[in-house]
Structure formats: structure tokens, C-alpha cells
């Protein structure tokens, strides 16, 4: 079937294409999905691995630029303290997502008010 027509094409394989893909073609519509990077076994994960943690700061690191595999491209990250997760392959970042969910405090609810960035919260911290 490499010359089928489909009727949507993703690109990108992560948390959000694949879930896409995923929905639509469970309802019953022709999808193709495309993504830069291979499919990575799970039994090569780092954490598979007593050397887990020197593997996560090098060959499995979040940032392309240290990683260096081949389906990834350098990220200029010189004028910003934020480094991107990035991992280019079938499932994209949630490959190296860590469960990592910073709590809210009071003042990310005023950025626009405290910083002149984004939008304010309609409602504070303490309502929520």
C-alpha cells in the first residue's frame, strides 16, 4: 500500500499526532503518520540500565544538541534560561518526559501584571 491515498496526514508522531491519528483512524478514516525520528524499543530505554543516569545526560539527554542522533538538528538556545525537551522520534518527547509537574505559585497567576508577558489568570491563586 506505499502509493494509497490518504485522506489526512499528520506530521509528528508525539503525544498529540499520535493521539490524533489514533482517534481518527479508530473512526474509521485513512491516515498516514509522519515522523522524523525511528521507533525506539522500549527495552533500550536508559532506565533499563544500572548506567541510566550518565546515559540521560548524554545519548538519551532532552536537548538535541547534546544527544546529537541522526534525526535530530541543532536548537539555538544562546538568548533564553529555557531548554527545550525535544526527541525526535516515534512518541517525540514523551520518550524522555519525566513526570515532571512544577506546582503554580501565586505569582504565575500576575504574568502580564507582574512580568508585562502572556496574559493574567482570570481568577488567583487564591480562588483556585
Same mark, same amino acid.
Given at each position: 500500500?506505499?502509493?494509497?491515498? /490518504?485522506?489526512? &496526514? ?10 490524533? $491519528?489514533?482517534?481518527?483512524?479508530? $473512526?474509521?478514516?485513512? /491516515?498516514?503518520? &509522519? ?8 527495552? @533500550?530505554?536508559?532506565?533499563? =540500565? &544500572? ?6 545526560? %548524554? ?5 538535541? =544538541?547534546? +544527544?546529537?542522533?541522526?534525526? *535530530?538538528?541543532? /536548537? =539555538?538556545? *544562546? @538568548? %533564553? ?6 526527541? =525526535? ?17 501565586? +505569582? @504565575?497567576?500576575?504574568?502580564?501584571? @507582574? *512580568? ?7 481568577? *488567583?491563586?487564591? %480562588?483556585?
Amino acid at each position: 500500500m506505499p502509493n494509497e491515498p /490518504v485522506g489526512i &496526514l499528520i506530521i509528528g508522531a508525539g503525544a498529540s499526532g499520535a493521539a490524533f $491519528a489514533w482517534s481518527i483512524a479508530d $473512526a474509521g478514516m485513512s /491516515v498516514l503518520c &509522519l515522523e522524523q525520528g525511528p521507533w525506539i524499543k522500549q527495552s @533500550d530505554y536508559p532506565t533499563n =540500565n &544500572l548506567d541510566w543516569e550518565s546515559r540521560a545526560a %548524554t545519548e538519551w539527554s532532552s536537548s538535541p =544538541n547534546i +544527544r546529537g542522533m541522526p534525526a *535530530d538538528y541543532p /536548537v =539555538n538556545q *544562546d @538568548d %533564553t534560561p529555557i531548554s527545550p525537551l525535544m526527541f =525526535n522520534a516515534v512518541g517525540g518527547s514523551t520518550i524522555a518526559w519525566a513526570a515532571h509537574f512544577p506546582r503554580l505559585k501565586p +505569582r @504565575d497567576f500576575r504574568v502580564h501584571s @507582574d *512580568d508585562g508577558v502572556a496574559a493574567d489568570w482570570p481568577i *488567583d491563586y487564591e %480562588t483556585l
